[in-house]
């Protein structure tokens, strides 16, 4: 069974930074694109950034020049690194991936997401 397991998240005092991590495990083949998501409460789950197998990247206006997204291949595991939070970046967090598993079926997955906290 392909897994994702986000970590990371946390409180955070407005103007900090937090690092979330996710990591993919089970029967993979291989990974495609990945990304990170967030949804706060009574809105609708926005991205935040993807990034490729071919380490392309893509950030959300709210977001560019404050996270970065990264990704390192033989741990199968995806990053964001989050500078300069902000009192709108409250939200769970949720990785996603793009995968084929080990019979070539090609899936897209998401973890149970992370809490990202943001005081003022």
């Known amino acids: 069974q392909v897994q994702l397991v986000e970590s990371g998240g946390g409180l955070v005092q407005a103007g900090g930074s937090l690092r979330l991590s996710c990591a993919a495990s089970g029967p993979i083949f291989s990974i495609n694109a990945m990304g990170w998501y967030r949804q706060a409460p009574g809105k609708k789950r926005e991205l935040v950034a993807t990034?490729?197998?071919?380490?392309?990247?893509n950030y959300a206006d709210s977001v560019k020049g404050r996270f970065t997204i990264s990704r390192d291949g033989a741990k199968n595991t995806l990053y964001l690194q989050m500078n300069s939070l902000k009192p709108e970046d409250p939200a769970v967090y949720y990785c996603?991936?793009?995968?084929?598993?080990?019979?070539?079926?090609?899936?897209?997955?998401w973890g149970q997401g992370t809490q990202v906290t943001v005081s003022s």
């Open positions: 996603n991936a793009d995968l084929f598993d080990r019979r070539l079926v090609e899936y897209d997955y």
């Open positions: 990034i490729t197998s071919g380490g392309s990247t």
